[in-house]
């Protein structure tokens, strides 16, 4: 298995527990994610957009929190694509004050540098995400 793969692992881990106050602490973040980090979520979605930096990826934790009770991720499978990651996951959560349950499909690549994260884009379909990475689903 690939560092890439271990890292993205690791911080899937956390989430799936439902930790995301990781994101809130400087030095779990800099583990992680690089300064000039970027997370592109669809934009099918409410929260349609890039988040920069360790600020933005704290301001989506923060929209993630507000919007859900019980929020965490599950994550299905992991693909090692050399300078990218391919993580199939579903969002899972109660929507706050609906008692609405919610859950997301999605993939994502991570690109990653010199062991840390610069760039998750999200994607509806893993064959989409695949192609991106130069593979085929």
Known sequence: MSENLDLV???YAK??????SFVDRERELREFYAPDFE??????????GVRRG??????????WAEAFDDLHLDLDELIDAGDHVVAVARICGC????GHQVEVEE???????????TEVRAYLTRPEALKVVGLEG
């Open 95 to 98: 929507l706050r004050g609906s």
């Open 9 to 11: 692992r690791s911080l």
């Open 54 to 63: 360790y600020a933005g990826l704290a301001r989506l934790q923060a929209e």
């Open 15 to 20: 989430t799936e527990r439902g930790d995301f």
């Open 39 to 48: 997370w592109h979520t669809r934009e099918d979605l409410p929260d349609a």
């Open 107 to 117: 993939t994502q690549v991570w690109k990653m540098r010199e062991g840390t994260a």
